[in-house]
């Protein structure tokens, strides 16, 4: 199963996100709930923005150049922090 994870240590909000952005599971802590209404929204949507990029990579990793045809973005600066994080020995 590919999904891409994303998390924030000061607001301690977690999402996990399938390729194309898909919700799969979302966590809040008491710190997240002070941000309040909006800020709690704006925080969240760059989360899952995060965690989309880092699905939709891994699923082109898989699938190859017929990802754009799937409708799954892959924004150069978001790959760019994704493929920080990609393990020397699942590259190509």
Do not use: C, F, Y
Request: glycine letters at 10%; hydrophobic letters at 40%; zero cysteines.
């Amino acid at each position: 199963m590919i999904k891409g994870n994303a998390h924030d240590p000061d607001t301690g909000i977690s999402v996990e996100v399938g390729p194309g952005g898909g919700l799969r599971d979302l966590a809040l802590d008491s710190r997240s709930l002070r941000l309040g209404q909006s800020g709690l929204a704006r925080a969240i949507l760059a989360l899952v923005e995060t965690a989309t990029a880092r699905a939709n990579a891994r699923a082109a990793h898989v699938v190859g150049d017929e990802v754009s045809a799937l409708g799954l973005d892959v924004r150069a600066k978001l790959v760019e922090s994704v493929e920080d994080t990609t393990p020397e020995t699942w590259r190509v």
